[in-house]
């Protein structure tokens, strides 16, 4: 069984930064995309970022609002995938989804998602 | 970067009733358009990929239809359950985009 399971959400200062981890397991780590969708309070999905599997280069691409802030790794070796926020404003308070797509789908079809990691950006 | 465009925001509908929910691509994603539904305090749950193939699990009563720059969502007989927040997403052409949501309720 698929399984993704996020951890490390909080509350932190504006300016301040936050690592988000997400576990996965039933699934082969290494070969899979893996994708960070966020959600702020009341509002809809949007996305953060994705890390391409090594053999697909492992390549990241982030959202305009995160790029150059938000950091995606993974250790393929611990089957986790990593999300480092700095520079944390306001307007990134948000619930924090790890996914995982179904195969063949460039990252695109979502169909394993994490519990979600509320941040929480307030001073 | 590629808008995803929802209709109507809110939708009021019967139980048993059928009912469509509506998306526009602002350019051409081919068939590379999945729809979600969310619950309040759930992550959301993956229904249709490639724009018409249901995912694992998905009751046949959901069914979509599309190509291009028009998509469509259809629940054929509404049960309780499905009362919820439904999303488009494009994943065409990096960055991919959501749409805003149709929020289907009870009428």
């Known amino acids: 069984e698929v399984q993704v399971v996020d951890s490390g959400g909080g509350l932190v200062k504006p300016g301040g930064s936050l690592r988000l981890s997400c576990a996965a397991s039933g699934f082969t780590f290494s070969y899979a995309w893996m994708t960070w969708v966020r959600q702020a309070p009341g509002e809809g999905l949007e996305w953060v970022g994705r890390i391409k599997s090594e053999t697909d280069g492992g390549t990241t691409d982030y959202a305009a609002p995160v790029k150059g802030r938000f950091t995606i790794s993974r250790d393929d070796s611990k089957n986790t995938v990593y999300l480092q926020m700095n520079s944390l404003k306001t307007e990134d308070t948000a619930v924090y989804y790890c996914?995982?797509?179904?195969?063949?789908?460039?990252?695109?079809?979502?169909?394993?998602w994490g519990q979600g990691a509320l941040v929480t950006v307030s001073s | 970067e590629i808008v995803m465009t929802q209709s109507p925001a809110t939708l009021s509908v019967s139980p048993g009733e059928r009912t469509t929910l509506s998306c526009r691509a602002s350019q051409s994603v081919s068939s590379d358009v999945v729809w979600y539904q969310q619950k309040p305090g759930q992550a959301p749950r993956l229904l249709i990929y490639?724009?018409?193939t249901r995912a694992t699990g998905i009751p046949a009563r959901f069914s979509g239809s599309g190509s291009g720059t028009e998509f469509t969502l259809t629940i054929s007989s509404l049960q309780s359950e499905d009362f919820a927040v439904y999303y488009c997403q494009q994943y065409n052409d990096w960055p991919y985009s959501f749409g805003q949501g149709t929020k289907l309720e009870i009428k």
């Open positions: 490639g724009a018409s």
């Open positions: 996914t995982k797509d179904i195969p063949l789908t460039r990252g695109g079809a979502l169909a394993y």
